[in-house]
C-alpha cells in the first residue's frame, strides 16, 4: 500500500495574487516541482491520484498523472479552506495505492515539515514515516 500525501508545489506568494486563490497557478519553481514529482514519486505503485481542486494543486499533479495514465480526481475536502477535512479523505483511502495533494498547514503533522512540492509517505495508520522532499 502506497498512500502518499502531497503538498502542491510552489505558486508564488498568495499575498502577491490578485483574485481568487482557487485559480492561483504554479510559478517556473512550482512547474520543476511538479515535473521533478514523476521522479520522486517513481517506486510507488499508484492507481489513483487525488488533488483539491485548486489550480496549483491540480497542475502539481497532472505530469505525474500523464506520467502514469491515470485520471486525477477531485475532492473539495482537500480545498485550502478545508484542510480541517484531510484526514477523513485519507481514511477513506486507506490501503489504497494514491498519491493526494492539497495544501499546508495540517494541524495534525504537528512539528513535520511539509514544505511546497514534498510528500509524506503514510503507514497503514495514517501515520506520517518517511519525508520526500521537493527536488526541484
Known amino acids: 500500500m502506497s498512500l502518499l500525501?502531497?503538498?502542491?508545489?510552489?505558486?508564488?506568494?498568495?499575498?502577491?495574487?490578485?483574485?481568487?486563490?482557487?485559480?492561483?497557478?504554479?510559478?517556473?519553481?512550482?512547474?520543476?516541482?511538479?515535473?521533478?514529482?514523476?521522479?520522486?514519486l517513481a517506486?510507488?505503485?499508484?492507481?489513483r491520484i487525488v488533488s483539491s481542486p485548486y489550480v496549483r494543486c491540480v497542475q502539481t499533479v497532472e505530469p505525474l498523472?500523464?506520467?502514469?495514465g491515470l485520471e486525477i480526481e477531485f475532492d473539495e475536502q482537500l480545498g485550502a479552506d478545508r484542510l480541517h477535512e484531510v484526514p477523513q479523505v485519507?481514511?477513506?483511502?486507506?490501503?489504497?495505492?494514491?498519491?493526494?495533494?492539497?495544501?499546508?498547514?495540517?494541524?495534525w503533522l504537528g512539528d513535520r515539515k511539509f514544505k511546497k512540492g514534498s510528500?509524506?509517505?503514510?503507514?497503514?495508520?495514517?501515520e506520517p514515516v518517511r519525508y520526500i522532499p521537493p527536488l526541484a
Do not use: F, M
Not at 26 to 37: K, T, V, Y
Open 5 to 40: 500525501l502531497n503538498r502542491h508545489a510552489w505558486a508564488g506568494h498568495s499575498s502577491e495574487w490578485q483574485g481568487d486563490d482557487g485559480v492561483r497557478p504554479l510559478d517556473d519553481r512550482g512547474i520543476r516541482q511538479a515535473e521533478a514529482l514523476v521522479e520522486a
Open 43 to 47: 517506486d510507488y505503485e499508484l492507481d
Open 65 to 68: 498523472a500523464k506520467a502514469r
Open 90 to 107: 485519507l481514511e477513506r483511502l486507506k490501503g489504497q495505492n494514491a498519491v493526494v495533494c492539497t495544501h499546508g498547514d495540517l494541524p
Open 119 to 126: 510528500t509524506w509517505v503514510l503507514d497503514e495508520d495514517l
